[in-house]
Structure formats: structure tokens, C-alpha cells
């Protein structure tokens, strides 16, 4: 019995009958840049396993179920060095004058201003449908990522020191469950484990100031804050949903609804990180006063 073995490329997919798996490869040294941080990465590749059942009765959205989406990447390098976007979002929320961004001319923005009172009546906010089933997460409810030598980095020119993280290894399993309110739409939930974790302090690059004080040591780029063999974080994050106004109630109906009422808990997130043999933890007044 012979068995015959297809493969057809097109630029840079690739799709094979046999195993029944959809390949994208990434082209080599990709750069990703936007206002607030850019995405390098040397290559990789992604795999859509798009056979598999998804059955939204079962609790698909456990980070050991299998995926149909796997991601793995090499020389992988996020650099964050603003967050303009987000005060740009508070001056619009608060009504405050535009102070991260060039503000637009007079006439622009009264047109502005102008088409959005006229469509301020006609707006609607379309929240998601909670069911799991009829959303993105029943396409892909789980999505594993491979990530060899990878970098994060925190800082800008404008700051005298620049937070670096390197590590080797990591193996990510990003989910959704259920949230901490009944009014939040879904938790985020993303899983790891790192090796060979390294957390520096370093001189930023381009920095027009003068330091004023110098790291106590230095071990290769610069200060060594945390280092660690095998790193384990569990981040999770509340996806917001819309509060309901609130009606004026009786007294009976108050103590009726006190238990939906300890439900309806503002949206919660945190970070758990346990870290594991051969680690070393170096923080003194010198760290502190780089907050």
C-alpha cells in the first residue's frame, strides 16, 4: 500500500494534505514598529490545526487542552518605550486638551467635534455574546507559544536606565475562563515557563543626561537584578463588560439582590511568579531610587 504525499508553496504558505496543517512561515528579521513599541523577530513559524473539534461544552479553555494554533518563534524582541496611546485615551475620556499628540487644527476639529455630537445619539456599544461558542475563542480557545531566545525591553532615551529581560526558553499557554464578576466578559489567562531568566538594569543608549549615581557592580550589560534557572508566572486579566445604571430599589428588594450585589466586583489582574533553583535576587538603595 502506498500512501502519496502532497505539498504545495505559495510564497510563504505552505499547505500539506497529509498532516493536514496550514504553515506560515515568518520571513527572516521581521520589524514591527508603532508609536508606543516594536516586534523583532528572526524567524518562525505558525501552525493552524483547523480539524480539530471544538465541543464548548467541555472546558475547552483549560491550558492543557490541546490547540489549534501553535506559534513558535526565534530571536523574538519586544521593546515598549511609551504609552501614548493610553494617556491619549484618558485626555479623550476625561475631556482634557490633547497633550501627547499634535492637536489638530481649528477647523479640523470643530468638523471633529462636530460629526461626533451628531452621531453621539445614533451610538451603540456592541458588547461580546458570552457564550464562548459564538465567539473568536471558539476558533482558537487555546494558542501555545514556543518562544526560543527571546527580550523584553522597558525604557527610552529619556531615562537613564533601561530594563532589560533575556531568557532562553519559553513555553506560553494563552486561555480564557470564566471571570471573577458576572458583569466581565471573560478572564485572560496566560501560563509559562521560562529558563535561564536574567533581569538588568542597563545605561540606556542615547541618554543626553548625566548619571548621577553609578550601579554598585556590573555583571555583562549592566546591573543584575533577578536571576533565575526556571521561571513559572501565571498572569491573569479581567476583560471588562458594561455596568448596567443602577435603579432606585426597596428595602425588601435590597436584601434580596446583597448577594448579586458582592458579584458585581470591579475587573481584577495580577501576576504570580515563583522562580526556582539557582536564583539570585539583588535589590538596595540604588535599585529602589530606579523605580
Same mark, same amino acid.
Given at each position: 500500500m502506498s500512501v502519496m504525499f502532497f505539498e504545495k508553496k505559495k510564497k510563504n504558505l505552505s499547505y500539506n494534505v497529509f498532516v493536514k496543517v496550514l504553515l506560515f512561515p515568518c520571513p527572516q528579521r521581521c520589524h514591527f514598529t508603532l508609536s508606543d513599541f516594536s516586534c523583532r523577530v528572526q524567524d518562525g513559524f505558525v501552525i493552524f490545526?483547523?480539524?480539530?473539534? !471544538?465541543? #464548548?461544552?467541555? $472546558?475547552m479553555h483549560d491550558p492543557r487542552a490541546e490547540t489549534r494554533l501553535n506559534i513558535t518563534l526565534n530571536g523574538f524582541e519586544l521593546h515598549v518605550y511609551n504609552r501614548s496611546s493610553? !494617556?491619549?485615551?484618558?485626555?479623550?475620556?476625561?475631556g482634557l486638551e490633547p497633550t501627547t499628540i499634535l492637536p489638530a487644527k481649528n477647523g479640523e476639529r470643530g468638523?471633529? +467635534?462636530?460629526?461626533?455630537? /451628531? +452621531?453621539?445619539? &445614533?451610538?451603540?456599544?456592541? %458588547?461580546?455574546?458570552? $457564550? #464562548?461558542? &459564538? &465567539?473568536?475563542? &471558539?476558533?482558537? @480557545?487555546?494558542?501555545?507559544?514556543?518562544? $526560543?531566545?527571546?527580550?523584553?525591553?522597558?525604557?527610552?532615551?529619556?531615562? @537613564?536606565?533601561?530594563l532589560s529581560v533575556n531568557f532562553e526558553d519559553a513555553l506560553l499557554t494563552y486561555a480564557t475562563k470564566p471571570p471573577s %464578576?458576572?458583569?466581565?466578559? !471573560?478572564?485572560?489567562?496566560?501560563?509559562?515557563?521560562? /529558563? +535561564?531568566?536574567?533581569?538588568?538594569?542597563? +545605561? %540606556? @543608549?542615547? !541618554?543626553?543626561?548625566?548619571h548621577q549615581d553609578e550601579p554598585p557592580r556590573l555583571m555583562g550589560e549592566g546591573f543584575v537584578v533577578l536571576q533565575s534557572n526556571d521561571v513559572d508566572i501565571y498572569y491573569y486579566q479581567d476583560q471588562p463588560g458594561?455596568?448596567?445604571?443602577?435603579?432606585?430599589?426597596d428595602v425588601d428588594d435590597s436584601t434580596s439582590s446583597e448577594s448579586s450585589k458582592l458579584?458585581?466586583? @470591579?475587573?481584577?489582574?495580577?501576576l504570580d511568579i515563583v522562580c526556582g533553583k539557582a536564583t539570585d535576587f539583588n535589590y538596595g538603595p540604588w535599585v529602589d531610587k530606579q523605580r
Open positions: 490545526r483547523w480539524w480539530r473539534l !471544538y465541543n #464548548p461544552k467541555h $472546558n493610553m !494617556y491619549e485615551h484618558l485626555e479623550k475620556v476625561f468638523k471633529a +467635534n462636530a460629526k461626533k455630537k /451628531e +452621531n453621539l445619539p &445614533s451610538e451603540r456599544v456592541v %458588547s461580546e455574546d458570552l $457564550n #464562548p461558542a &459564538s &465567539s473568536w475563542r &471558539s476558533l482558537i @480557545p487555546v494558542i501555545k507559544v514556543d518562544i $526560543n531566545t527571546g527580550r523584553l525591553v522597558f525604557g527610552n532615551r529619556l531615562m @537613564p536606565q533601561t %464578576s458576572r458583569l466581565d466578559l !471573560y478572564m485572560h489567562i496566560l501560563k509559562g515557563k521560562l /529558563e +535561564n531568566v536574567r533581569v538588568m538594569l542597563v +545605561n %540606556s @543608549p542615547r !541618554y543626553a543626561g548625566v458594561l455596568v448596567p445604571a443602577e435603579k432606585d430599589e458579584q458585581d466586583l @470591579p475587573p481584577c489582574w495580577g
